[in-house]
């Protein structure tokens, strides 16, 4: 059985995604398709703006077999921590055979080489990265420096690039080629027997926030789908907006997505703008200094600001400096919302980060892959929250309770934005939608 793996935000999925599904079935010769996906919340420190059972049904229309949830505590982490906890996931299915994952380069041998070294960390690699990181660099910026210096000093050895150092930097400089790394350098750490496989990306950039005209054969990004739906109020899918979206999305997920907007609002940070200002007011600054990815020096940032607080983005882009990306900073932010703590990371690294397989949907076709799944898990499978007391240890519920409650803060927000919880003829259809986690049923598709 050849099962490919592909860990994505679908936020929202747009045609590029539906192209690596394709692209997968077609040229990998998959027989099931397995994604794990962020839940509510994104890796770029935001609420997705979907719910995530909504999005894994994108996916299942659009050709995916199975569709697993990444905890909250990883699908809002680092790169690194979201790279490494996607891979564990695979691993612990024990039938996942490759994955699928798309960058701006296409040299896999090339992003191979550079993900072996931060994979082993030589010693004068480390040494550059410490210094640079003193001198203040974001740490993409030191870690691109630190390489950049590797690479350089290697010149006419083995561990020499065949590229130059204005070719390195710019693909160090690429979203999605340092996601590409980060898959490899964790598949090298574990020594894992699952196979990578490179699609190079094409289309739009990843930050660009508009669709081009002739969107069909440009894939549109994911930033400018959201883009066009909040700009001016377009997220109430007007025909306007629908014509533009019809170019960038497939008509299975641009359905989903319009019904989905019948019924409820699209969230983004600031939509949480309340609850972290109460919060950030409530906190002291050895309790913000304890939120994942925080530091008492950035708590004290954070209370020094508090007096100019208006909005999660607004206070975000003060907190900016050029120590530390917005990126990391949207995160920490999100993290103090969901009570994500670096003693959450710790119990999460002490469990190999993924001690459960939680189902959000699949198809009826997949029953082998499912029965695969059963047989040879290495974790439980979960399918509805209610038996996860029953099946995990104390440690493993800590980790599942924040996912359980990042979910029901995700519904609250949603169902207050709306001003109801559901439409007036949904009352009368007696089609209540779910009130919180342990309500919510995964989907499944023909």
């Known amino acids: 059985m050849n099962v490919i793996g592909i860990i994505a935000e679908y936020n929202p999925f747009h045609n590029g995604h539906a192209y690596q599904i394709a692209h997968v079935r077609k040229n990998l010769h998959a027989d099931y398709i397995v994604v794990a996906t962020s839940g509510d919340y994104v890796q770029r420190g935001e609420p997705a703006l979907l719910d995530k059972y909504t999005r894994a049904r994108m996916a299942l229309s659009s050709g995916a077999d199975v569709v697993l949830e990444l905890p909250v505590l990883w699908s809002t982490?680092?790169?690194?921590?979201?790279?490494?906890?996607?891979i564990s996931l695979f691993e612990k299915t024990g039938c996942v055979n490759g994955i699928c994952f798309g960058a701006e380069s296409g040299d896999l041998a090339l992003l191979r080489r550079i993900a072996d070294?931060?994979?082993?960390?030589?010693?004068?690699?480390?040494?550059?990265l410490k210094h640079n990181l003193k001198s203040g660099s974001?740490?993409?910026?030191?870690?691109?420096?630190?390489?950049?210096?590797?690479?350089?000093?290697?010149?006419?050895?083995d561990g020499a690039l065949p590229v130059s150092t204005e070719t390195l930097s710019s693909l160090l400089a690429s979203p999605n080629n340092i996601l590409a790394l980060e898959y490899l350098k964790a598949l090298r750490r574990r020594a894992s027997s699952i196979t990578p496989y490179l699609l190079k990306r094409e289309g739009a950039a990843y930050h660009e926030t508009s669709i081009r005209s002739g969107a069909s054969e440009v894939p549109a990004s994911a930033s400018a789908i959201r883009h066009t739906l909040f700009a001016g109020d377009a997220?109430?899918?007007?025909?306007?907006?629908?014509?533009?979206?019809?170019?960038a999305m497939p008509q299975e997920a641009l359905a989903i997505l319009q019904d989905y907007r019948a019924d409820f609002p699209l969230l983004c940070a600031d939509d949480f703008s309340s609850i972290l200002g109460y919060l950030l007011l409530s906190s002291s600054a050895t309790q913000l200094a304890r939120t994942a990815d925080s530091s008492p020096e950035f708590a004290n940032r954070m209370q020094n600001q508090l007096p100019y607080y208006t909005s999660f983005s607004s206070f975000?882009?003060?907190l900016k400096s050029k120590e530390m990306t917005l990126t990391r900073i949207n995160r920490i932010l999100l993290h103090s919302i969901l009570g994500i703590t670096s003693s959450d990371y710790a119990c999460g690294n002490a469990l190999d980060k993924i001690p459960y397989l939680r189902i959000l949907g699949f198809r009826e076709s997949a029953a082998p892959l499912l029965a695969a799944l059963k047989a040879s898990a290495a974790v439980p499978l979960i399918t509805r929250p209610s038996q996860a007391p029953k099946l995990l240890s104390p440690d493993a519920m800590q980790v599942f309770e924040r996912d359980v409650f990042a979910g029901n803060l995700y519904l609250q927000?949603?169902?207050?934005?709306?001003?109801t919880p559901l439409r007036a003829a949904r009352m009368q259809e007696h089609d209540v939608p779910p009130a919180s986690e342990y309500q919510r049923q995964i989907v499944i598709l023909p």
């Open 316 to 318: 975000a882009s003060r």
């Open 117 to 128: 070294v931060l994979a082993d960390e030589p010693a004068d690699l480390k040494a550059s």
């Open 413 to 419: 927000m949603r169902n207050q934005k709306g001003g």
């Open 77 to 86: 982490a680092s790169a690194e921590l979201f790279a490494d906890a996607g």
């Open 235 to 247: 997220g109430a899918c007007g025909n306007s907006a629908a014509g533009i979206l019809r170019h």
């Open 138 to 157: 974001t740490f993409p910026k030191a870690r691109e420096a630190a390489l950049l210096s590797y690479f350089a000093g290697s010149a006419g050895q």
